[in-house]
Each structure stands twice: as structure tokens, then as C-alpha cells.
């Protein structure tokens, strides 16, 4: 359950007015920082989380067992999504490394002057 329970008690908390929290939710900027520091903290934490979810698993909880299956379905899927090149298809796994968004056009262009 989230503490605390509503925006006025997390102004009070904070020591202001239930305004700011108003605007503060609405700021994108702000919002795009706290999900970075989520997902930060959180990079820290998964193998320890995905060990424990698989040990649940491995000791017949359902709910767990369901979840390790369709995540492990979920990452092969995009295993095998493929990328439209021009009139030439990419599957992910010909991506030698890991590749950032920005960098896939240096990529793609060698991939190109490879096959010339």
C-alpha cells in the first residue's frame, strides 16, 4: 500500500502545499527524473528479485511459475522481433553487442557496405 495514502498527507509530510504536489505530477521533467531513479535503484536490485522469483517458482508457487514463463515467453519474443532495413530484414539476434537506439544507423550503414 502506498505511504502516504494521498497527495495532502504527502505535503504535509513534505512540509508543503497540496499545490506543489499538484504541480509537480504534471511537470514531465520531473516525473522523467523520478522514473530514472527508479529504474537505477532498481537495475541494482533485479538479479536478487529474479533469483527470488525463480526459487518461488522452483518450490510450486503458481502465481510465480506463471509469471517466470511468461517473462522468459515475453524475451523471446523479442528475441525474434525483426527490424525492417530498407527491403532487408534484421532479426535482433544478428545485432552483434548491445546496441543503443542512436547507434542502429552506423550499424545498419556497415551492415550495407558489408553486402556490397
Known amino acids: 500500500m502506498r505511504q502516504p495514502r494521498t497527495a495532502k498527507q504527502l505535503a504535509a509530510e513534505l512540509g508543503v502545499r497540496p499545490e ?4 509537480w505530477r ?3 521533467d520531473l516525473t522523467r527524473r523520478v522514473f530514472d531513479l527508479i529504474r537505477d535503484r532498481l537495475a541494482s ?5 529474479a533469483g527470488a522469483l525463480i526459487e518461488k517458482a522452483k518450490g510450486g508457487d503458481v502465481a510465480a511459475i506463471r509469471l517466470v514463463l511468461n517473462l522468459a515467453f515475453d524475451w ?13 530484414e534484421v532479426t ?10 542512436a547507434e542502429l544507423p552506423s550499424w545498419i550503414d556497415d551492415q550495407e557496405q558489408d553486402s556490397a
Open 92 to 101: 535482433l539476434a544478428e545485432l552483434d553487442g548491445d546496441y543503443e537506439p
Open 26 to 28: 504534471r511537470d514531465p
Open 20 to 23: 506543489t504536489i499538484s504541480r
Open 45 to 49: 536490485e533485479i538479479p536478487d528479485i
Open 76 to 88: 523471446a519474443e523479442r528475441a525474434r522481433a525483426e527490424v525492417a532495413v530498407g527491403v532487408r
